[in-house]
């Protein structure tokens, strides 16, 4: 049985025990019809637990007879007051109560307890954020996981949703998907959901559907847990300057409503909760200690352990990738950012064809992983609509030509494990790509 199911029943007859104490009274100031009703509807809230019981544990269990033995009493006692017969209800009670605690306890003692982990990932490509919790998870004893990919929504220049996305088919085969549509997280009420998404309706490029914002979530669980999908450099706690220019990767809607926050170190630990006080008052510090942790990104620790022979590399990759005489060309991660493109706009769609014509020319040593941020079209069309066809023109002419690898899957970690040296723009995946110890450049749009 579902802990949350449990302490629901467990509750329910808490409150038939004090149900019991509104009966006598009625009787006592002869209310009789009164008393009768309250007496129909604890005999119904017995009969929806064990309906309950024997839905989660089959038929024929002790606590199901023993409500059974109660709703007879109930149903007694009832009938004696309608024939106007003479009611010792403090006795009856007493018996009442015996049977209530009995059910309390084989509840309590005899019936397993199950606990619901739901993970609400709404991008494939951000999936290695919560999929080693995932794996974990799926191996404790007595717990279901299940992962419910979430539809997600482009903003249009006026900011309203526009296209719809839902990513549930791309995510790896190893991870059971359940269809977001078929299941109702209230009545659910799963012990714990686990997100990425920080922003609610913050976010002016994509939004998630607006049913799954932290601030609904956080109704419908006993504990919201709150993973950031990005990995950033190191920081110093006591750089007051640095601190201050990382704030609004911080003061998100998530770490708001979460139970829980997961960050990438102990250092980052200390940062949230130095930003969130300063917000909320320093009467608040014992608060934000207790809900973050500083237990470490997922996204690290699979980087860590990426492995080149690990995965299947596509046919036309292949071919790029291996020299005539059956050798290995050098590949080169190229990750293009969303932040260095609107910031730069058309200087970085220059720069982009300046490196394309760099590595065009050394295609027959190298070859060139282009990755561009899986949210770029997005923000482009989004944010930036007067670059959307010089960047389109950029990408159908890389993509037509074929002298190069285009990435738009969601396996970033692909792409880190079968690359050689990271080119790009400054961005979380410089972060990861670090624990790999392979070479990093960061390009200039300047240069």
Same mark, same amino acid.
């Given at each position: 049985?579902?802990?949350?199911?449990? *302490?629901?029943?467990?509750?329910?007859?808490?409150?038939?025990?004090?149900?019991?104490?509104?009966?006598?009274?009625?009787?006592?100031? !002869?209310?009789?019809?009164?008393?009768?009703?309250?007496?129909?509807?604890?005999?119904?809230?017995?009969?929806?637990?064990?309906? /309950?019981?024997?839905?989660?544990?089959?038929?024929?269990?002790?606590?199901?007879?023993?409500?059974?033995?109660?709703?007879?009493?109930?149903?007694?006692?009832?009938?004696?007051?309608?024939?106007?017969?003479?009611?010792? =209800?403090?006795?009856?009670?007493?018996?009442?109560?015996?049977?209530?605690?009995?059910?309390?306890?084989?509840?309590?003692?005899?019936?397993?307890?199950?606990?619901?982990?739901?993970?609400?990932?709404?991008?494939?490509?951000?999936?290695?954020?919560?999929?080693?919790?995932?794996? !974990?998870?799926?191996?404790?004893?007595?717990?279901?996981?299940?992962?419910?990919?979430?539809?997600?929504?482009?903003?249009?220049?006026?900011?309203?949703?526009?296209?719809? %996305?839902?990513?549930?088919?791309?995510?790896? +085969?190893?991870?059971?998907?359940?269809?977001?549509?078929?299941?109702?997280?209230?009545?659910?009420?799963?012990?714990?959901?686990?997100?990425?998404?920080?922003?609610?309706?913050?976010?002016?490029?994509? &939004?998630? &559907?607006?049913?799954?914002?932290?601030?609904?979530? +956080?109704?419908?669980?006993?504990?919201?847990?709150?993973?950031?999908?990005?990995?950033?450099?190191?920081?110093?706690?006591?750089?007051?300057?640095?601190?201050?220019?990382?704030?609004? =990767?911080?003061?998100?809607?998530?770490?708001?409503?979460? %139970?829980?926050?997961?960050?990438?170190?102990? *250092?980052?630990?200390?940062?949230?909760?130095?930003?969130?006080?300063?917000?909320?008052?320093?009467?608040?510090?014992?608060?934000?200690?207790?809900?973050?942790?500083?237990?470490?990104?997922?996204?690290?620790?699979?980087?860590?352990?990426? +492995?080149?022979?690990?995965?299947?590399?596509?046919?036309?990759? *292949?071919?790029?990738?291996?020299? &005539?005489?059956?050798?290995?060309?050098?590949?080169?991660?190229?990750? /293009?950012?969303?932040?260095?493109?609107? %910031?730069?706009?058309?200087?970085?769609?220059?720069?982009?064809?300046?490196? =394309?014509? =760099?590595?065009?020319?050394?295609?027959?040593?190298?070859?060139?992983?282009?990755?561009?941020?899986?949210?770029?079209?997005?923000?482009? /069309?989004?944010?930036?609509?007067?670059?959307?066809?010089?960047?389109?023109?950029?990408?159908?002419?890389?993509?037509?030509?074929?002298?190069?690898?285009?990435?738009?899957?969601?396996?970033?970690?692909?792409?880190?494990?079968?690359?050689?040296?990271?080119?790009?723009?400054?961005?979380?995946?410089?972060?990861?790509?670090?624990?790999?110890?392979?070479?990093?450049?960061?390009?200039?749009?300047?240069?």
């Amino acid at each position: 049985m579902r802990r949350y199911t449990k *302490d629901r029943c467990i509750e329910t007859l808490d409150a038939l025990r004090e149900a019991h104490l509104e009966i006598e009274k009625c009787i006592e100031e !002869k209310q009789n019809d009164a008393a009768v009703d309250l007496l129909c509807k604890c005999q119904q809230g017995a009969i929806r637990i064990g309906e /309950t019981i024997e839905s989660s544990e089959g038929e024929g269990t002790d606590e199901v007879h023993l409500l059974e033995d109660y709703c007879e009493v109930i149903w007694q006692t009832g009938e004696d007051i309608k024939n106007n017969a003479a009611v010792n =209800f403090k006795k009856t009670e007493k018996k009442l109560r015996k049977l209530l605690l009995d059910v309390t306890n084989g509840i309590k003692s005899r019936i397993k307890t199950e606990r619901l982990v739901v993970f609400l990932p709404y991008k494939a490509s951000m999936w290695d954020s919560l999929e080693s919790i995932w794996a !974990k998870m799926k191996e404790e004893p007595d717990t279901i996981t299940m992962v419910i990919p979430i539809p997600y929504y482009d903003r249009d220049a006026a900011g309203g949703l526009s296209k719809i %996305h839902y990513e549930g088919t791309m995510f790896p +085969k190893d991870v059971p998907i359940e269809f977001y549509s078929k299941h109702d997280l209230k009545t659910m009420h799963p012990e714990a959901i686990y997100i990425h998404n920080p922003y609610d309706g913050a976010n002016y490029v994509t &939004s998630v &559907s607006p049913e799954y914002y932290s601030s609904e979530l +956080k109704n419908y669980t006993d504990e919201l847990v709150y993973v950031p999908y990005f990995i950033l450099g190191d920081i110093d706690p006591s750089n007051k300057a640095a601190v201050k220019g990382i704030e609004h =990767f911080v003061t998100v809607p998530a770490v708001v409503n979460a %139970h829980k926050v997961i960050v990438q170190s102990e *250092d980052w630990r200390r940062v949230y909760i130095d930003i969130m006080t300063g917000l909320a008052g320093e009467e608040t510090r014992t608060y934000w200690e207790n809900k973050i942790e500083g237990s470490g990104s997922p996204k690290l620790e699979r980087v860590r352990n990426l +492995k080149a022979e690990d995965y299947e590399i596509p046919e036309d990759w *292949d071919r790029l990738i291996k020299k &005539s005489d059956g050798g290995k060309k050098k590949v080169i991660f190229y990750n /293009t950012s969303v932040a260095a493109l609107l %910031h730069e706009s058309e200087k970085m769609i220059e720069k982009i064809k300046r490196v =394309f014509e =760099f590595f065009k020319e050394n295609r027959d040593d190298v070859v060139l992983l282009w990755r561009p941020h899986p949210l770029m079209e997005a923000t482009i /069309t989004s944010l930036r609509p007067e670059l959307w066809q010089s960047y389109k023109d950029l990408v159908d002419a890389y993509r037509n030509e074929g002298w190069g690898i285009y990435d738009d899957s969601p396996e970033l970690d692909r792409a880190i494990a079968i690359s050689d040296a990271y080119y790009g723009d400054q961005s979380s995946v410089v972060w990861l790509y670090k624990e790999t110890g392979k070479p990093i450049m960061i390009q200039n749009c300047d240069v």
